[in-house]
């Protein structure tokens, strides 16, 4: 075999490296997910939707998480004062006294650091988040994708739900969040119901 021959023949290690290196890659986004949902802690928060009034648009909605998407009512926590907007920071959330409720209660955030904090207690946990334009902080949970057959549903349970006198809308979200404070959406509830993601 001359040298141009040995040139053109493409071994199997030169095929397979890349192509490990790829599949490595495309496989390790979902992973990460799949680890915070089997190992994460259950945890609600409270949502409001981004128009309340157009709450379902197309087959995705955007959503906040009450205080904890606020950058203003972030600064109000303890060690709000403190935060960097260029870095990850963490919001420490705590969980309610009852913790089998249904719909389940949205757990309180009690202080925020541009640090993971190490001195949670049992009924606390970290999430992660970044702020984006205008001081908007994002925690990889803003956006909701509703399967076709589901969407009439959710619009009819929130324009009944917008009609009680008090006007506001029992709306939850419950979220796994893992040791890192990444977190990955459960399910939602509009009033007693609850829709799987």
Do not use: C
């Not at 009852?98 to 904090?117: F, G, H, R």
């Not at 009944?160 to 008090?166: D, T, V, Y």
Request: glycine share 6%.
């Amino acid at each position: 075999m001359d040298n141009s021959q040995k040139k053109n023949k493409i071994s199997w290690g030169q095929f397979l490296l890349p192509f490990t290196v790829q599949l490595l890659i495309i496989l390790a986004i979902p992973s990460q997910s799949l680890y915070t949902y089997a190992f994460g802690k259950t945890v609600t928060i409270q949502t409001i939707p981004v128009d309340p009034y157009d709450l379902l648009r197309g087959y995705s909605q955007t959503l906040r998480y009450d205080i904890i998407s606020n950058w203003n009512q972030l600064q109000e926590l303890p060690g709000g004062q403190d935060l960097d907007k260029a870095k990850t920071f963490y919001v420490t959330l705590q969980a309610p006294e009852l913790l089998d409720e249904q719909p389940p209660i949205p757990w309180t955030p009690i202080a925020v650091s541009n640090e993971k904090p190490d001195n949670l207690t049992d009924n606390q946990i970290a999430i992660a988040g970044t702020i984006k334009t205008y001081s908007r902080a994002v925690y990889g949970l803003e956006t909701y994708y509703m399967p076709e057959d589901r969407r009439e549903r959710i619009n009819r349970e929130i324009r009944h739900l917008q009609r009680q006198p008090n006007g506001k809308i029992p709306f939850v979200v419950e979220v796994r969040i893992d040791s890192r404070g990444k977190a990955v959406p459960v399910s939602l509830w509009l009033g007693e119901s609850e829709y799987q993601f």
